[in-house]
């Protein structure tokens, strides 16, 4: 029984290592137990020479793509300085952008219909209480002048022209205010 699985052995040993076939039991043995036997033999193999002159193959490969890849180290150098300096310049564009969206958001505020529609209320209450205030003052006088009585036909003429005139920027503010809320102004963005 012995003798059929020494052969069964043999017979997988040999299938799988057929240049191990011509070594006796006891040279297996001898090759498991010493080192440097097994590695005289081992080395000898057909695949692990294949395997060896591969990975020789390999490394030689391997080094002459990084010997390759070390002449476009300096060209790579200088293209990756380049890439960051386009990028930076990039980020300062952008940057730059963004003030200049705001800067012009700001201006373009100033002609937005409804920032001009309170300008136009504003400036009708301004209109407003700058007539008053002159109206207020010509009836009043000042405290130097002795009244109204010694006003000239031309003082008279004078304030009411002037006062017919803020009157009329007055009313003429109003009137747009009126029909732009009726929506009667259309405002184009062209």
Known sequence: MEHATQNNVQTRLTTEF???AHLSREDLEDLLADPAYFQAVFYTLPQVKLLYQGQAELGSA???????????????YK?????????????????????IEKEQREVYQ????????????????AQDDLSEARANAFVQGSPSDPGPATLSGKDIDDFVK???????TYHKRVMWGERWTTGDVVWRDD
Do not use: V
């Open 62 to 76: 391997n080094e002459s793509i990084a010997r390759r890849n070390l002449t476009y180290q300096d060209d790579l």
């Open 162 to 168: 002037e006062f017919r005139e803020l009157r009329k």
């Open 18 to 20: 057929p240049e191990l």
């Open 79 to 99: 293209l990756r300085s380049e890439t960051q300096e386009a990028f930076e310049r990039a980020k300062s564009l952008e940057a730059r952008w963004k003030e």
């Open 110 to 125: 100033r002609f937005d219909p409804q920032f001009l529609l309170m300008r136009l209320r504003h400036a009708t209450i």
